[in-house]
């Protein structure tokens, strides 16, 4: 099973025979509240009638079509969709199946934009301590998470990664973006200086880190790495798998944040995560590149048997209605100070070390027990879950993810199952 400790699932399995919402539903008919939509996925609740009733349909029409040469007036409809939605400048998409894919999509395309440019030299890739960009070997090497890697080296060559914009003893408790620590992105100008710049393809972070335990961007970080980037000649990758489809009560991220950058990575929300997909949308300067060489000369020579599926497209542009008509981003925006004030308010709680806010998303990180580190988060999961609660346990913290339908009263009864739990085992 992935990322399960699979022996340990055979005594305690969690199975779901339904979703509906807000929640999941188990064979007994228990209903879980959701409070990681899925796994950052399912940003307009489950089992959306207006998604599920698009996939049925799309199944008995459209089953297949290569990827090769060919395609089908829904794929060319989402991408076009799509590119709306994205900041301006981002217009061009490429399809694929999953984030990581998506990920390995923009460093492959990154590395032969330069490549289809003459400046073949720029091969070079910066990720960001704590980032997680997926289990391709792109993904992994660029990501900063030491554990995801340690059986499957050796990775890519020349990676190089910046240190993760945080510091706990200045920015704890933060909500929002922290405002002091935009100075972190000048570590890339000091990488820089070793590396020679003229080398480097492309600098990938995520807006906000998510899988590594949500950390916000201080206020003028994002800037000031796209500004460094610009300088250099070096594209900047915003990977928003999670931030993406209205966490932060945008489309997007980089919107909430004011800073484009050259490509843009997403999945889950893309679909609400209800058929699997992956885009990348590149800038028209990256397309126009690629456009620039011979016609009969296939430029970017990459893709997937399943580039654009037909269900995954219908999904997309149902979900993006469901979205768009339904106000849900909006909806997003309007319970983000709710959510703060709720889970803030467990500061006091006991063993609670941070809790980090921003738009829709949030950790609550733990004090770790001693001989035993990083086992706190999946004790407070099992005992919210035992309450009907789903949480999600990384290490010693608890991230939180929530679909962006929820109510009020949802927000305190997640935030009350975790403090049940805390004092539970205090
Ligand atoms: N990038 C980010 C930021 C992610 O959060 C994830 C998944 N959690 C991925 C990439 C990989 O996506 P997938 O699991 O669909 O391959």
């Known amino acids: 099973m992935p990322f399960t400790a699979a022996r340990g699932f055979r005594e305690q399995p969690m199975l779901f025979v339904g979703a509906e919402g807000m929640h999941y539903i188990e064979a007994g008919g228990r ?53 709306a939605a994205a900041p301006d400048g981002l217009d061009h998409v490429f399809f694929s199946n999953s984030g990581s894919e998506a990920v390995d999509s923009a460093l ?82 000091a990488l820089l200086a070793v590396q020679d710049p003229a080398t480097v393809a492309a600098v990938i972070v ?81 397309y126009e590149a690629f456009m620039a060489g011979p016609p009969d000369v296939v430029q970017l020579f990459h893709g997937y048997t399943y580039s654009g599926h037909p269900l995954a497209c219908a999904a997309g542009l149902a979900a993006l209605d469901a979205y768009q008509n339904e106000g849900i981003f909006a909806q997003a925006a309007a319970v983000a100070p709710h959510w703060e004030a709720a889970l803030h308010a467990l500061r006091d709680a006991p063993d609670v070390a941070d809790i980090r806010t921003i738009g829709l998303l949030a950790a609550i990180e733990l004090t770790p027990r001693a001989g035993a580190p990083g086992a706190r988060g999946t004790a407070v999961a099992d005992r919210c879950f035992a309450d009907g609660v789903l949480v999600r346990g990384a290490g010693d913290t608890i991230v939180l993810s929530p679909p962006l339908i929820i109510t009020p009263a949802e927000i305190d009864r997640i935030a009350e199952a975790i403090l049940t739990a805390l004092r539970a085992e205090a």
């Open 31 to 83: 209903r879980v509240l959701d409070g990681m939509a899925g796994l950052w996925c399912v940003n307009a609740g489950h089992a959306h009638p207006r998604i599920v009733e698009a996939i049925r349909t799309a199944a008995g029409q459209l089953d297949f079509v290569s990827s090769f040469r060919m395609s089908h007036p829904a794929a060319f409809t989402f991408a076009e969709r799509l590119a």
């Open 108 to 189: 492959k395309i990154a590395r032969a934009y330069h490549q289809a440019r003459g400046d073949g030299r720029r091969t070079k890739l910066i990720g960001r301590a704590k980032s997680y960009h997926g289990v391709g070997f792109g993904g992994l090497s660029v990501g900063g998470i030491a554990r995801h890697k340690r059986d499957f080296g050796p990775l890519l060559p020349e990676v190089y990664h910046l240190p993760l914009p945080h510091d706990p003893g200045r920015m704890g408790f933060s909500r929002g973006q922290p405002a002091i620590g935009a100075e972190y992105a000048d570590a890339l100008e």
């Open 206 to 286: 995520e807006p906000i880190t998510g899988s590594g335990g949500v950390y916000a961007p201080p206020k003028g970080y994002l800037e000031r790495l796209r500004a460094i980037c610009d300088r250099h000649g070096i594209l900047l990758i915003f990977d928003e798998v999670i931030t993406g489809f209205g966490r932060m009560g945008t489309c997007f991220a980089a919107q909430a944040f004011g800073v484009t950058p050259d490509i843009l990575t997403c999945a889950k929300g893309l679909t609400n995560g209800s058929v699997p997909m992956g885009a990348t949308i590149a800038s028209g300067k990256i």
